[in-house]
C-alpha cells in the first residue's frame, strides 16, 4: 500500500502528460471536437426540454380549437428535426474527429517511444526482458485507445450537461442544491476511493501483463528447447503462476471498477427520495418559497443531474486503465538515454596541396572534424589507429572487470584477443564502440580522446561482426544493405562475393531476394555468419571488429572468407576475437587475456617461444597430429 | 468458432451465470423505481401528502437499495468470470504452443503468438465482460419497455417496429464493413511486435551500424501502417453513435407528431403521450447498448478468430496409440531417409541417408555451411518426421515412441542455444527437475564450465540474464552442454556446440566425455577436425547426402572433401609442432 502516494501523483502527471500530447498537434481538431460535442449536448438538451413545450404551446391550444390547424406544430417539429438533424451531424463529427485523434496520438506516442529507446544506453536492453518492453508498445498504448476516442468525448459531454443543469436548479431552489451538492459530494469521495483502488490494481495489472508478455516471448522464442528437453510441463508451471496472479489483479482491478456503476445509479435515487422527503418538507411547512410544482421540475432536473455524473463514473474505469498505461509509457520514455559529449564528428575530405579539406561529397576519404573553443577547427585523417591507455572497467561497481589494459594498434595492424572465455575480451570491444564506458584511463581513436568523439560518428566508423548474428525480416540483399543504406545492388553483391556468401545465396530459391523471417532459421548459423560478413563487409569501415565472426562456419569456407578478408585488411585495422589458430595466428599482436588482464602480448612465434598460456591453450589442437 | 470460444469458460461458468442473474435482479429493480417515482409525484407531492412522501421514499429506498446490492454482485461477478476467462483462453493458448512441433514453430512467428496471448486475449475479455453483463441487460429493457409502449399505445408503439429493423440494417452494414479492417489491423499489429523484437534483440547491431534512423523509419512504417486502418476502422464505427441518435430523433418526431394528432381527436392523453416518449428513449438507448456489445463484439472477432487459429492448429507430430516407453539402446538406424522440410519430394535437404551406428559409438559429423548436417541430426529426437524412410532409435521406429520418452533418451544441443532467465541452477534443472547439487557440479565438470561457474561471485546461483547476455559464447555452449548432460540420455546430439570454445577446452570435454560417459552414443557436429578426429566413425556431409563415412585414417586416405578440410587447418597445427 506504500507505493499509492506515488502513484497517485504520477497518476496526475502522467494525464497531463496525455494532454499534451493532444495539444501539441491536434488542438485544433481538438476544439473542433469540442464545440461539435456541445453542439451535440445543447440539441439532446433541447430535445428534453421539447416534450414539454409541445405540450404547453401547442398541443395544450390545438385541444381548445373547434378546427385544429397543425400547421403551427408541424413548422414546430420541422424545426426541431432540423435541430436534431444539427446534433446527429454534430454527434458523427466528433466522434469521427476523435478516433482520428485518437489514433494519432497513438501514433506519435509509439513513434516517440521508439525513438527514445534507440537512444538508450546497452545496458538497458540487457537487464530487461524484450516481452515487457514490447508489452509497452501494444498493451499499454491499447489502453489510451478507448479512453482517448470514446471516454473523453462522453466526460466532456456529461460535464456540459452537469454545469448546465446545476445552473437550472440553482435558480430552482439554492437550498435543495445545498443538499443536491452534499450527495454529490459523498457519491464523488466514494467514486474517488473506488477509483484509486482500481487505478491501483489496474497498474498492477499492466505490469503483470507486461511480466506475463516477457516470459510468453522468452519461453516462445525458447520453443525448440523446451521440446528438447520436454520441457512442456515445468513450462507451463511458470506460466500458471503469472497467469493466475495476472487473472487476479484483473479481476480486482475490473471488480473496483465495475462498482462504480451501480453505485452511482442508485446514490441518484436515494438522492432523488431525500430530495422528495426535505422538498416535501420544506413546501408543506411553507419555510421556503419552494412550490409542490417547483418541487417537481427540480427533482426532474436532479434526475438530468445524477444521470451525467454517473455516466463520468462509468467512464472512468477506462480512464483509469489508460492512465496505468501511460504510466508504463512515460516510465519508458523517461529511461535515461546514452550520454554523449562528443564533439568530434567525421566528414568527408580530399586533399589538396599536402592539407585535408573538408568535402560535401563523398571522397573515400575521411577526417576527424575538431572545433577548439577559438571557433577554429582541424581535421585528422581517419586511420583506425587505437590505443588503450591504463583502462580499468566494471559493468557494476562491486566488480572490476578489467584491469590496467594498455594496448595500441597501429592502422592497418590485426590485433587478436585470445583467452578463456570470461576472460574479458568481449568487453573490450564494448569500450571501444563506447557500449559502455570506461571507468578509469584512456581510449584514444587517431589520437582523440573517444569521449570527444560523437557516438554515431565513432560506431559508423567500426565494422563490427558479432557471434550473435540478428539479421532482420526482409530480404537477404536488405540485409546486407543494412551495412550501408545507399549501397547499389552491385555493391551488395561485391561484398557478398568477398565474404563467400554469394554462392548459397544464388542456391537460394529467390536469390538476393529471398526474404528472410524472423531469425532467418531457414539458414545455418554458419549461413547466417556469412550474411553478417557481408554485411560488415558493404559498410567498408577503417576499423573492424570480429567477436567470434566465423565460429559456425565450416573451416573451408573459412579458409576462402579470410582471404578476400586479407585483402580487404589492407589499410584495415581489425580486432579479432577467435579461438581458432587460423583465425588469430597472422595477427601483428595477439593479447592473451586472463581475468581481466592482458598477461602475454606478441606475435604468434613470440608466444610460442615464450611457452606460456598461449602455447598451453592451443597445444590441445593437433597434438596427435 | 463461438462453441469452441465458449469450451473454454469452464470453472467460470458460475460466475458468468450469476453475473446474468444478479444483473437481470438489477434491471428488475431499475424498471420498478421509475414507477414509485411517478406515484411518488403524482400522489404524494401533488398532493403534498408527506405521509405518503415518506412511505413511497422508503419503498424506493428499500428498491435502490435492492438494486445496489445485486448490482455489486454482478459487478464483482462480471469481473472475476471475464478476467478468469480470459486467464483460461490464453492458457489454452499457451499450453497449445507446448504441444506444437517444429514444423508448427516454424509456422507461427513469435511475435504473432506473443500478440494472441495479450492484446488479443485483452479483446476477448473486454467483450466477453460486455456480453454478460449488457447482453442480459439489454434485451430485458428493450422487451420491458416494448410491452409498456404496447399497452399504452399500439398504434404509435408499431414506429419502433419500423424504427429497429432499419436500425439493424445500419448496425449490420458497419460491422460487416468494419471486420475486415480490424483483421488487417491486428496483422499489422503482429509487424509492429516483430519490428520492436527485432530491433531488441539486434540493439548491438543497430548501435554498431549506427542504424538508429533506419529502425525508427521501419518502425514509423508499422506505426502509420497502424494509425492508417485503425483510424480508417474506427471511422466506420463512428457512425454508431450518430445511428443511433437519428434513430431515437425521428421516433421521438414520429410520436409527437402523430401523437399530438390523436390527443387532439381524443384517442390519448398527454400524460401518456410523455410516457410512450420516456419509453421510446429507454428502448433505444437499450439498444444504443446492444450497439455498443457490436461494436465490441467486431473488435475481438477478429481477435478472437486469431486465437481459434491457434487453437485449431493441427500439431503435425502425435503422440501414436500404445507408445513404446522405454529406449532400449543408444542403436541409431537410418534406413534410405530422406527429408525436407515442407514435406515434399522435390524439395529435399536430406537423401539417401542410410546409417547403422551401435550403441556408445562416438560419431563426427563433419561437412561444409549448408550441408545439411542439423538437420540429419534432428530426426533422431523426432524434432521433424522424415518425408520417406525409417528412423530407429533402439531398433524401434522413433515413431512409435511416446515423445517424451524419446527426447529423454535423446538429449540435443541445438546449434541455437538458448538460455532461460534464472539462475545457473534453474537452467540446469532443464536437464533433471531432481538433480541434486553433486549431480549438478557433476554435469558440470564434464562440460568444463565448473571452473568458471565456481569463479562467480554468486556460483551456482549466478542470475542469468534472458538469452544468455551476461554470459559470453563458449560459457553459454558448455552451461548448454551440462543442462543436456544431466539428462542421463541414452543418446547425446551436440549440434556444432563447441564452437566458441577454446580448443583446449573443447579437446578436455571431449576427453571427460570418453572417460565419463562411455556407454551414450554421441553424436558430434562440428567445424575442427580436431573436434571429431578421435570419433569410432566420421560422416563426411556434402549437399544433404552422405558423401563418407569412415575412421580419421580412412577419410584422410580416400576422401577428398575431408582431406581439403583437414590440410586447411593443419596448417595452423604443424607450426606448433615444429615450434
Known amino acids: 500500500m506504500n507505493n499509492k502516494p506515488r502513484f497517485s501523483k504520477s497518476t496526475a502527471s502522467s494525464a497531463k502528460r496525455l494532454f499534451s500530447y493532444i495539444s501539441r498537434k491536434h488542438l485544433g481538431a481538438f476544439i473542433f471536437v469540442m464545440i461539435a460535442i456541445v453542439v451535440s449536448a445543447v440539441a439532446g438538451v433541447v430535445g428534453s426540454l421539447f416534450l414539454q413545450v409541445l405540450i404547453d404551446d401547442y398541443i395544450t391550444p390545438l385541444l381548445s380549437m373547434a378546427n385544429p390547424v397543425f400547421d403551427e406544430l408541424a413548422k414546430a417539429i420541422l424545426t426541431m428535426a432540423g435541430i436534431y438533424l444539427l446534433g446527429v451531424a454534430a454527434t458523427y463529427l466528433y466522434n469521427r474527429t476523435m478516433v482520428v485523434i485518437a489514433q494519432g496520438v497513438l501514433k506519435d506516442i509509439r513513434d516517440e517511444m521508439f525513438v527514445h529507446m534507440q537512444k538508450m544506453p546497452i545496458s538497458y536492453f540487457d537487464t530487461h526482458t524484450h516481452g515487457d518492453t514490447m508489452s509497452r508498445y501494444t498493451n499499454d498504448t491499447d489502453t489510451l485507445r478507448q479512453m482517448l476516442a470514446q471516454s473523453f468525448p462522453q466526460i466532456i459531454s456529461s460535464i456540459f450537461t452537469i454545469v448546465s443543469v446545476f445552473f437550472a436548479m ?314 550501408k543504406l545507399d549501397a547499389t545492388d552491385e555493391e551488395v553483391i561485391e561484398a557478398a562475393k568477398r565474404a563467400n556468401a554469394h554462392y548459397f545465396i544464388s542456391l537460394l530459391p529467390e536469390g538476393y531476394h529471398t526474404k528472410l523471417e524472423g531469425d532467418a532459421s531457414g539458414l545455418s548459423q554458419g549461413q547466417r555468419q556469412l550474411l553478417s560478413i557481408a554485411r560488415a563487409e558493404v559498410a567498408d569501415t577503417p576499423v573492424m571488429i570480429l567477436d567470434e565472426a566465423t565460429s559456425s562456419i565450416d573451416t573451408r569456407t573459412e579458409a576462402i572468407v579470410s582471404k578476400g578478408m586479407d585483402a580487404l585488411m589492407e589499410g584495415r585495422t581489425v580486432f579479432v576475437i577467435a579461438h581458432r589458430i587460423s583465425t588469430v595466428q597472422n595477427s601483428n599482436a595477439i593479447m592473451v587475456m586472463d581475468q581481466g588482464r592482458i598477461i602475454e602480448r606478441g606475435d604468434h612465434d613470440e608466444l610460442i617461444a615464450e611457452k606460456g598460456k598461449y602455447h598451453q591453450l592451443y597445444t590441445g589442437a593437433f597434438e596427435e597430429a | 468458432m463461438i462453441k469452441q470460444l465458449a469450451a473454454h469458460i469452464k470453472d467460470y461458468k458460475t460466475a458468468s451465470i450469476k453475473t446474468g442473474i444478479y444483473v437481470s435482479f438489477e434491471v428488475l429493480m431499475e424498471v420498478a423505481i421509475p414507477f414509485l417515482m411517478a406515484y411518488l409525484i403524482d400522489y404524494g407531492i401533488e398532493a403534498g401528502n408527506m405521509n405518503l412522501i415518506i412511505g413511497l421514499g422508503l419503498g424506493m429506498l428499500l428498491a435502490a437499495g435492492l438494486s445496489l446490492f445485486f448490482g455489486l454482485l454482478s459487478a464483482h461477478y462480471a469481473a472475476k468470470a471475464s478476467a478468469g476467462y480470459a486467464k483460461n483462453l490464453r492458457q489454452a493458448i499457451f499450453y497449445k504452443v507446448q504441444e506444437f512441433s517444429f514444423t508448427n514453430i516454424d509456422k507461427f512467428s513469435t511475435a504473432s503468438l506473443i500478440t494472441r496471448q495479450t492484446t488479443d486475449i485483452t479483446n476477448i475479455q473486454n467483450a466477453y465482460q460486455m456480453i454478460i453483463r449488457v447482453a442480459v441487460r439489454a434485451p430485458i429493457m428493450l422487451i420491458f419497455s416494448l410491452v409498456m409502449a404496447f399497452s399504452i399505445n399500439p398504434e404509435l408503439s408499431l414506429i419502433f417496429l419500423a424504427v429497429i429493423p432499419l436500425l439493424g440494417v445500419g448496425l449490420y452494414v458497419i460491422v460487416v464493413k468494419a471486420h475486415p479492417i480490424f483483421e488487417k489491423v491486428f496483422r499489422t499489429y503482429d509487424h509492429l511486435n516483430n519490428v520492436v523484437q527485432e530491433n531488441l534483440r539486434g540493439i548491438r547491431v543497430v548501435k554498431s551500424f549506427v542504424r538508429e534512423d533506419h529502425e525508427e523509419k521501419k518502425f514509423e512504417e508499422v506505426s502509420e501502417r497502424i494509425y492508417q486502418q485503425f483510424s480508417k476502422a474506427e471511422k466506420i464505427l463512428a457512425f454508431n453513435a450518430p445511428l443511433m441518435q437519428f434513430a431515437i430523433y425521428t421516433s421521438i418526431l414520429l410520436i409527437s407528431w402523430f401523437g399530438a394528432q390523436m390527443i387532439v381527436s ?188 565456481s569463479a562467480f561471485p554468486d556460483g551456482y546461483d549466478t542470475y542469468i540474464e534472458q538469452g544468455g547476455g551476461n554470459v559470453s559464447g563458449g560459457q553459454k555452449q558448455r552451461l548448454c552442454i551440462a543442462r543436456a548432460l544431466l539428462k542421463n540420455p541414452k543418446i547425446l546430439i551436440l549440434d556444432d556446440s563447441t564452437s566458441a570454445v577454446d580448443t583446449r577446452t573443447d579437446a578436455l570435454i571431449r576427453e571427460a566425455f570418453l572417460k565419463e560417459i562411455p556407454h551414450i552414443t554421441k553424436f558430434i557436429i562440428a567445424q575442427r577436425i580436431a573436434s571429431v578426429m578421435d570419433a569410432d566413425a566420421i560422416i563426411v556431409m556434402e549437399e544433404g547426402r552422405i558423401d563418407a563415412m569412415g575412421s580419421h585414417e580412412e577419410l584422410l586416405a580416400s576422401n577428398e572433401i575431408y582431406q581439403e578440410v583437414y590440410h586447411s587447418q593443419l596448417k595452423g597445427g604443424n607450426d606448433f609442432d615444429e615450434q
Not at chain 2, 416518449?277 to 456489445?293: D, K, W
Not at chain 2, 532461460?420 to 565438470?445: V, Y
Open chain 1, 170 to 483: 440553482l435558480t430552482t431552489s439554492w437550498m435543495l442544491t445545498i443538499v443536491v451538492m452534499l450527495t454529490v459530494l459523498f457519491m464523488l469521495r466514494v467514486a474517488k476511493s473506488l477509483t484509486g483502488k482500481s487505478a491501483k490494481f489496474f497498474f498492477e495489472q499492466q505490469q503483470s501483463l507486461g511480466k506475463t508478455n516477457g516470459y510468453i516471448e522468452e519461453m516462445i522464442n525458447g520453443q525448440r528447447v523446451v521440446k528438447v528437453f520436454c520441457h512442456e510441463e515445468e513450462s507451463k508451471v511458470g506460466f500458471n503462476e503469472l497467469n493466475d496472479e495476472l487473472c487476479h489483479v484483473a479481476t480486482e482491478a475490473n471488480r473496483f471498477a465495475n462498482f462504480l456503476m451501480p453505485f452511482m445509479g442508485n446514490m441518484g435515487y436515494f438522492q432523488y427520495v431525500l430530495l422528495a422527503i426535505v422538498g416535501g418538507a420544506l413546501a408543506v411547512s411553507g419555510i421556503s418559497t419552494l412550490t409542490l410544482g417547483g418541487l417537481v421540475a427540480f427533482l426532474q432536473l436532479s434526475r438530468s443531474f445524477t444521470m451525467p455524473v454517473s455516466q463520468v463514473s462509468q467512464q472512468l474505469n477506462a480512464v483509469v486503465m489508460a492512465l496505468a498505461g501511460a504510466q508504463r509509457i512515460f516510465e519508458l520514455m523517461d529511461e535515461e538515454v546514452e550520454v554523449d559529449e562528443g564533439y568530434v564528428t567525421l566528414v568527408n575530405a580530399s586533399c589538396e596541396n599536402d592539407k585535408l579539406v573538408e568535402s560535401e561529397v563523398r571522397t573515400g576519404l575521411w577526417a576527424w572534424k575538431h572545433p577548439h573553443h577559438d571557433g577554429t577547427t582541424t581535421l585528422t585523417q581517419l586511420k583506425g589507429d587505437v590505443v588503450f591507455d591504463h583502462v580499468d572497467f566494471s559493468y557494476t561497481p562491486d566488480k572490476q572487470i578489467l584491469y590496467d589494459i594498455s594496448l595500441y594498434a597501429k592502422p592497418g595492424q590485426k590485433v587478436a584477443f585470445v583467452g578463456a572465455t570470461g576472460a574479458g575480451k568481449t568487453t573490450i570491444t564494448n569500450l571501444i564502440n563506447r557500449f559502455y564506458d570506461i571507468a578509469d584511463g584512456k581510449i584514444r581513436y587517431d589520437g582523440i580522446n573517444i569521449n570527444k568523439i560523437k557516438k554515431a560518428d565513432l560506431r559508423r566508423s567500426l565494422g563490427i561482426v558479432l557471434q550473435d548474428t540478428n539479421l532482420f525480416t526482409g530480404t537477404v540483399m536488405e540485409n546486407i544493405r543494412y551495412g
Open chain 2, 266 to 453: 381524443g384517442y390519448m392523453t398527454t400524460g401518456q403521450l410523455a410516457s410512450l416518449i420516456t419509453y421510446a428513449t429507454s428502448i433505444l438507448m437499450s439498444l444504443m447498448m446492444l450497439s455498443f456489445v457490436f461494436v465490441m463484439i467486431t473488435i475481438s472477432r477478429a481477435s478472437a478468430e486469431r486465437v481459434v487459429e491457434v487453437l485449431n492448429e493441427t500439431v503435425d507430430l502425435e503422440n501414436p496409440n500404445s507408445p513404446v516407453t522405454t529406449v532400449k539402446n543408444g542403436n541409431v538406424t537410418f534406413t534410405n531417409v530422406g527429408f525436407s522440410y515442407s514435406n515434399s519430394l522435390d524439395k529435399l535437404c536430406l537423401q539417401d541417408v542410410n546409417l547403422k551406428i551401435a550403441s556408445g559409438q562416438t560419431i563426427g559429423i563433419i561437412g561444409g555451411t549448408g550441408s545439411s548436417k542439423s538437420s540429419l541430426v534432428q530426426l533422431i529426437p523426432r524434432l521433424y518426421d522424415v518425408t520417406t524412410g525409417i528412423v530407429e532409435v533402439g531398433d524401434v521406429d522413433v515413431r512409435k515412441y511416446d515423445l517424451q520418452t524419446l527426447r529423454d533418451a535423446v538429449s540435443v544441443v541445438l546449434q541455437k542455444n538458448i538460455l532461460f532467465s534464472g539462475t545457473i541452477k534453474e537452467n540446469l534443472r532443464w536437464g533433471n527437475k531432481e538433480a541434486t547439487d553433486e549431480q549438478m557440479i557433476h554435469a558440470c565438470k564434464l562440460a568444463q564450465a565448473d571452473e568458471f561457474i
